[in-house]
């Protein structure tokens, strides 16, 4: 999809908590936006689950997931076929440089991609060239520097500083929820609608969930090597942040909440 360095990578545990993404969960504040016949061009796909969903209900309208990796577009497609979907397909593709004609899409949807864009406002005026003039586009990102957990597990301090240092360090920006308003603006947009919304991850099987992925990406997925290779810790850091998730876990007063921002824009 772009150049730019993807700070997470596609290890199992960071494929694991893609494929929980549904268009319910993650893009709430678009359903209101679709209809039977409508295209849409989802960028960012991954490994397809939102973009799936979203399929389903503009049917027999066309959807297009695009990924900038080629192994995650066979696992989508794989998808696509174990549900029938007839009307979606997956390609590989450039957030900078869309296949797309200009003004050909219904909508355009991006789930947690402009975070890892070092051109963000560029992305989104390409996103703006392809979209219809009576089309949306739509973005959502998670913003880091907001999330809080409890109890206060010293290692997740750790974790947190690390990851922004990391997330940083590699491209984009770990902050950008509360910057998709103004990129969108910037980008020329003339209508524009920011809302926000939450994950929240308490119950004893989320918790497992969640913290269980996250011990696993620590030590093994490409966040752990970005941040030995940046410098920002060390392998005793990272094994004390994977220490830190179990015991967050572990408690039955965890809880975490991850705000995001959201824009759809027109215009």
């Keep these: 999809m772009t150049p730019d360095a993807y700070t997470h990578g596609h290890h199992e545990s960071v494929l694991r908590s893609h494929e929980w993404r549904t268009a319910d969960n993650s893009a709430a504040y678009l359903l209101p936006h679709l209809h039977s016949g409508c295209t849409v061009l989802d960028v960012g796909a991954g490994p397809g689950t939102i973009t799936a969903d979203l399929a389903e209900r503009v049917a027999p309208g066309r959807v297009v997931g695009l990924d900038a990796a080629a192994e995650i577009v066979t696992k989508a497609e794989g998808l696509r076929a174990q549900r029938g979907l007839l009307n979606l397909s997956f390609e590989v593709g450039d957030a900078y440089a869309l296949a797309a004609a200009d003004d050909s899409v219904d909508v355009v949807h991006a789930h947690q991609v402009l975070q890892h864009l070092t051109r963000p406002v560029d992305a989104l005026r390409e ?10 586009v739509a973005v959502r ?13 010293p290692a997740l301090d750790l974790w947190l500083d690390v990851y922004l240092r990391v997330h940083r360090g590699t491209s984009g920006d770990p902050a950008a929820g509360r910057h998709l308003k103004a990129w969108a603006r910037a980008a020329g947009f003339t209508d524009v609608t920011a809302t926000a919304s939450l994950w929240l991850f308490e119950s004893d099987e989320d918790r497992e969930w969640w913290g269980s992925l996250w011990a696993e990406r620590a030590l093994s997925s490409s966040f752990a090597a970005n941040a030995l290779s940046l410098g920002v810790t060390d392998r005793s850091g990272l094994a004390r942040i994977a220490e830190g998730w179990r015991t967050w876990a572990a408690s039955p007063d965890g809880w975490l909440l991850m705000p995001h921002g959201e824009v759809i824009a027109r215009g």
């Design 127 to 136: 996103f703006r060239r392809v979209v219809s003039p009576e089309g949306v």
């Design 141 to 153: 990102d998670v913003d880091y520097e907001g999330v809080i957990w409890y109890p206060r597990v």
